[in-house]
């Protein structure tokens, strides 16, 4: 399968544990997005990479979010002492730089705070 | 603003008819405008895109309407199709060469359903 892959694709977890997703992108894509997607509502950004390089972090993305790209491969999100306003569907994207005709999404980590 | 607003919230189409969502944008800064389809448990599939410079854009039985002056998409979905019935989303992105270049502000979504 050469797509973009998330895991795990559901968690549920009890409100102020910590979680930690994966992303595995397209294997030559360079710029990796991350999403959050509420139920009835369309994706909304929360952060990207070039390559290992963190460029841009949306007002979403609280001091108990953060994301890492150690080797311009895969992605991983943690959310620390989770909140059941956290719980979403987390989308991971990925695409060649300029190449928004490229842009491929996986299917997401459905997160449940309880 | 970097708000995209989409209608309807949803719409029900018989087979064989045309189903239509329309978008409006505020940001004139936006430069590439597509369309994503969405089924459930999967992320956002693209359909088919647009940039400004271009008032329709048709792939298969997908069209896209761009009206610049009024900041207004739409897709039309021809021959509407069971297999057709999802959620789909607008999308816009900032201009090409820009630090948020690849970053995509959604609309709300339409779900819709085709009847057989």
């Known amino acids: 399968d050469t797509g973009v892959s998330q895991n795990p694709r559901h968690k549920i977890t009890k409100r102020g544990q910590n979680v930690t997703f994966r992303c595995d992108p397209i294997s030559e894509h360079n710029r990796l997005y991350w999403y959050r997607q509420t139920l009835g509502q369309g994706p909304e950004f929360l952060t990207y990479f070039q390559n290992e390089a963190q460029l841009e972090k949306s007002r979403l993305l609280s001091d108990r979010f953060s994301a890492e790209r150690p080797k311009g491969s895969f992605s991983t999100l943690e959310i620390q002492r989770t909140e059941q306003g956290d719980s979403a569907m987390y989308l991971c994207?990925?695409?060649?730089?300029?190449?928004?005709?490229?842009?491929?999404f996986g299917s997401g980590t459905r997160l449940t705070v309880v | 603003q970097q708000q995209v607003k989409q209608s309807p919230q949803s719409l029900i189409v018989q087979k064989g008819g045309i189903s239509i969502i329309n978008c409006a944008y505020e940001n004139t800064a936006f430069d590439y405008f597509p369309w994503y389809q969405q089924f459930p448990g999967k992320g956002p599939a693209l359909l088919i895109a647009?940039?400004?410079?271009?008032s329709e854009k048709k792939e298969g039985r997908f069209t896209i309407s761009f009206n610049k002056s009024a900041k207004q998409f739409s897709l039309h979905i021809m021959d509407s199709q069971p297999g057709d019935s999802a959620t789909y989303f607008c999308?816009?992105?900032?201009?090409?060469?820009?630090?948020?270049?690849?970053?995509?502000?959604f609309g709300q979504g339409t779900i819709l359903t085709v009847h057989p």
């Open positions: 647009i940039r400004p410079d271009v």
């Open positions: 999308a816009a992105s900032l201009n090409a060469g820009g630090t948020s270049y690849g970053k995509l502000t």
């Open positions: 994207a990925s695409s060649l730089v300029g190449g928004l005709y490229g842009y491929t």
